[in-house]
């Protein structure tokens, strides 16, 4: 569903909104984790994917990734 969503970002954001949203809900229903991998790549307010679509920055430990479209703050400790 990730590659999914990743292929149609460009193509249709809407399409890519929907594969994400699901996403999340098959691993609920299944009580299964997502890679973290996957977990950061995208916005969990807008589910929006951030490529192109963010401003990364790092102070001291933390990384810090803004969603240009909503506006939501994520924060990352960095080992």
Do not use: H, W
């Amino acid at each position: 569903m990730f590659r999914l969503s990743n292929d149609f970002n460009q193509i249709d954001a809407s399409l890519s909104k929907r594969y994400l949203i699901l996403m999340e809900k098959i691993a609920l229903r299944s009580d299964i984790t997502l890679p973290r991998t996957i977990k950061i790549s995208y916005c969990k307010n807008c589910k929006r994917l951030y490529k192109g679509n963010s401003r990364v920055r790092i102070t001291g430990k933390m990384l810090k990734i803004s969603c240009i479209s909503c506006g939501d703050i994520r924060r990352i400790l960095l080992d």
